[in-house]
């Protein structure tokens, strides 16, 4: 075949290229097929380079090492940032659960580095860099400062020791593959909320009526997010009853009182009976309207004071007060969420003549140098006993009208307990009465140091002159383990001391809210045998603080 053969046969195959072309587009209108004709043919033919895509000029942030770096980074500052703000409640949380100061720091570590790297890749990020950049920051916020203590923490006193290298090796490289699970979850996650985020954006543009789904699930989130919080600091079940409903005439008439009161809650033995309470109560004009909360900062410390209706009706008359020491972690609001209810359950007693119109004051004892100080004056510098009695108190007095010593009580939760008992045994001369519910008796030493024995009620009960001997109660759940065996031996270290009056009370369930709430109203309702239904009276005064 020549060259005027080929070039013949590779014009029939543009030629039939060209039919087949325009059989496939549609039919060009009246105006185009007129320029067509008008126009001249070459100017028909599309110009390659005018109808190829326009390249694009890559932007410097899309380019694959700049996201990487920008990820890494993201991830280790918000890590950094998340802990400044959040690891101390963490680790407090954690510590709350059981776990020593340790493992709640390193819990607290391993927690927001996930979060961070969940948080980054979800907005965006890379997953491997988003992983590196969380285990650098698990480094520099745990390994590197547990280095430092374990070369600053001493060995136990009286027994010899020798340096085990293994462990300075072995233990940071456990550590380290916790934070590679860890933050490799974070990121896994982040990538299902990317793209869960992806789906509704894309659902909310082609659809109409698609915001539907997202404004749905934002009301939810709106309604839940406060019961979510409540389940967790205060257990589910706290939220499933109300002590709210003021007690009426009509039942103290009929000796009943509300619910609470009816439960069979009052304890054997108690001076007089609920009948006879409820009657005394009818004659005090306040009884029957709840109190109020009011708020006071010493020192930079806030407290909150429940305020008994009584007090406004009663100008004249001097009041009983009890300070309710919160648990760790915690605050002052912790005695007025659904777990505690404490106001309610005041307004309850109070109205059925079962406890005076009592001040109930609710401070808060969290460290400066370490949350947990466990109401005392701890080894780092915290000085949260010292507040208590030498600021709180003595404000406290002065602001509202009070009966003073003979009729100042302290009780507290779990950790609050054990200040509770240990602030009474170590200040007999400002507190006459005190509670624990769950707590426990023997003082820390990373949190007391070489002052360990001294913040021990187990230990300094032997110290306390009979004359200066106050009530205790104490109260625990029947399967709460650890603290329950604690308060078998320490209430027969006071038995073993003849210490009277000791009320020991054992309630059904474990470390929690609905023990702690039973051994409160146990507790107040005890108090209020000790100390009368009218104790602001002057023949009160120096015959009912038994």
Not at 203 to 222: C, D, K, S
Not at 445 to 473: C, E, T, Y
Not at 501 to 518: C, Q, S, T
């Amino acid at each position: 075949m020549g060259y005027d053969d080929g070039v013949a046969r590779m014009r029939r195959l543009l030629d039939q290229m060209s039919a087949e072309v325009a059989v496939l587009e549609p039919p060009a209108s009246a105006e185009e097929e007129g320029a067509g004709a008008a126009a001249p043919a070459e100017e028909r033919v599309p110009d390659p380079v005018a109808t190829a895509p326009t390249a694009r000029r890559p932007v410097p942030w899309s380019r694959p090492w700049v996201r990487s770096l920008t990820s890494t980074v993201g991830v280790g500052l918000l890590s950094v940032l998340l802990w400044r703000l959040f690891g101390a409640g963490i680790q407090g949380w954690a510590v709350g659960l059981g776990m020593d100061d340790e493992r709640g720091a390193l819990m607290g570590a391993l927690l927001i580095t996930g979060a961070a790297a969940a948080a980054v890749v979800a907005g965006g990020g890379g997953v491997r860099a988003a992983r590196l950049g969380g285990v650098v920051a698990f480094l520099a916020i745990q390994v590197g400062p547990f280095l430092v203590r374990g070369s600053r923490t001493a060995t136990t006193e009286g027994l010899s020791a020798h340096l085990r290298l293994r462990g300075w090796i072995l233990q940071p490289l456990g550590m380290l593959l916790l934070a590679v699970l860890v933050v490799s979850i974070g990121a896994a996650l982040g990538q299902l909320v990317r793209s869960d985020l992806a789906g509704v954006y894309r659902a909310v543009r082609r659809r109409r009526g698609g915001w539907a789904g997202p404004a749905v699930f934002l009301l939810f989130a709106i309604i839940a997010a406060g019961p979510a919080m409540t389940a967790v600091q205060d257990g589910p079940i706290s939220a499933l009853y109300d002590y709210s409903t003021p007690a009426t005439g009509a039942a103290h008439e009929a000796g009943g009182g509300p619910e609470l009161a009816a439960g069979g809650l009052a304890l054997p033995g108690a001076p007089g009976a609920a009948g006879a309470r409820a009657g005394a109560a009818d004659t005090l004009p306040g009884r029957e309207r709840p109190g109020h909360i009011e708020s006071f900062t010493v020192d930079g410390r806030p407290s909150l004071v429940y305020v008994p209706g009584d007090y406004a009706a009663e100008p004249t008359r001097d009041f009983p007060v009890v300070y309710f020491l919160h648990g760790y972690p915690g605050n002052e609001d912790q005695w007025i969420g659904d777990g505690a209810q404490l106001p309610h359950v005041l307004d309850q007693l109070i109205s059925t003549g079962e406890l005076p119109p009592v001040l109930a004051v609710m401070p808060d004892g969290n460290g400066q140098a370490l949350s947990d100080a466990e109401w005392g004056n701890s080894r780092r510098g915290d000085r949260v006993e010292d507040w208590l009695v030498g600021r709180a108190v003595p404000e406290v007095d002065h602001r509202y009208r009070t009966l003073g010593t003979g009729f100042r009580a302290v009780a507290g939760l779990s950790s609050g307990g054990f200040g509770a008992i240990n602030l009474a045994l170590r200040h007999p001369d400002v507190f006459r009465w005190a509670a624990s519910y769950s707590g426990f008796f023997f003082g820390r030493r990373d949190i007391f140091g070489a002052d360990q024995p001294a913040n021990s009620p187990a230990l300094i009960a032997s110290h306390v002159p009979p004359v200066a001997r106050m009530p205790l109660f104490l109260g625990t759940g029947d399967t709460d383990r650890v603290f329950l065996a604690q308060q078998s031996a320490f209430v027969a270290t006071l038995h073993d001391l003849g210490w009277l009056p000791v009320h020991e009370d054992l309630v059904a369930g474990g470390h929690g809210w609905e023990a702690w709430r039973l051994e409160m109203v146990h507790s107040l309702q005890w108090l209020g045998g000790l100390w009368g239904s009218d104790p602001g009276t002057p023949q009160c005064r120096t015959s009912c603080n038994g």
